[in-house]
């Protein structure tokens, strides 16, 4: 009686999703500028049209060659990886909190992207939460993982068939979805509105978010970024 009712419901397909973080700042690099030779505006308009399709196919086809090739990191974990199902990674939940009464329906779309040090997890999870049916939140929750303490991280991830693998992207999934229902509650704080630019770390690359600070913990900050997404 003092907690909602609550169904959390994953994806239906297996294995839980994971790939390697990518870069794609250099993705469309080398296009380059032409001329384009044509007879009057009508043919100019159509060779520049070309020009931007050929571009953008080649950005694209470059994108799917930098996926390929960030998704290698995950090399010595795919028999692991394989056998991660939606429902074992749902069992790491537990029941947020909300006003008692309520039927809550919290729908997730978890992603994991491993690191290229290998010494990261980040977990990007597309959350929805209904209450009694009606839409109370909907957003992108961003959890990046502290490094480990070990110096072997394929050593630490794959020891125990992946036992730290699994259980840190569980705490990852139940930290984001409690970030999901505390936001549909109310009882996340706003924040004062004021944009910083704040520097982390995911594993040994430093990064920059600029960003409202809304939690600040002592092991751990909460923000809200410019694209209106949990960080």
């Not at 001329?35 to 953008?56: D, K, Q, R, T």
């Not at 074992?88 to 009464?101: M, W």
């Not at 990064?207 to 600040?216: G, I, N, P, W």
Request: hydrophobic content about 40%; proline content about 7%.
């Amino acid at each position: 009686p003092s907690a909602p009712q609550w169904v959390l419901r994953l994806p239906s397909t297996d294995p839980v999703a994971f790939k390697g973080v990518e870069n794609f700042d250099s993705a469309g690099v080398g296009s380059g500028s032409m001329a384009y030779p044509a007879p009057n505006a009508a043919g100019l308009l159509a060779a520049v049209i070309a020009h931007s399709l050929i571009n953008e196919a080649a950005k694209n086809a470059q994108k799917v060659k930098l996926k390929e090739e960030a998704d290698r990191i995950l090399t010595p974990y795919r028999s692991v990886l394989s056998k991660y199902t939606h429902a074992e990674l749902a069992r790491s939940a537990k029941p947020p909190s909300g006003p008692a009464g309520d039927t809550w329906q919290i729908d997730s779309v978890p992603v994991f992207a491993l690191t290229q040090d290998q010494t990261a997890l980040i977990l990007d999870n597309e959350v929805s939460v209904k209450a009694s049916g009606v839409p109370i939140y909907e957003g992108v929750i961003r959890v990046v993982s502290a490094p480990p303490a070990e110096s072997d991280p394929v050593a630490h991830w794959s020891r125990g068939d992946g036992a730290a693998l699994r259980l840190l992207a569980g705490d990852l999934l139940r930290g984001s979805i409690e970030l999901a229902a505390s936001r549909a509650a109310k009882t996340l704080p706003l924040g004062t509105g004021k944009h910083q630019t704040f520097r982390y770390y995911e594993g040994k690359t430093s990064k920059v978010e600029r960003a409202t600070l809304l939690v600040d913990g002592c092991e751990r900050r909460v923000l809200l970024t410019l694209r209106e997404t949990l960080m």
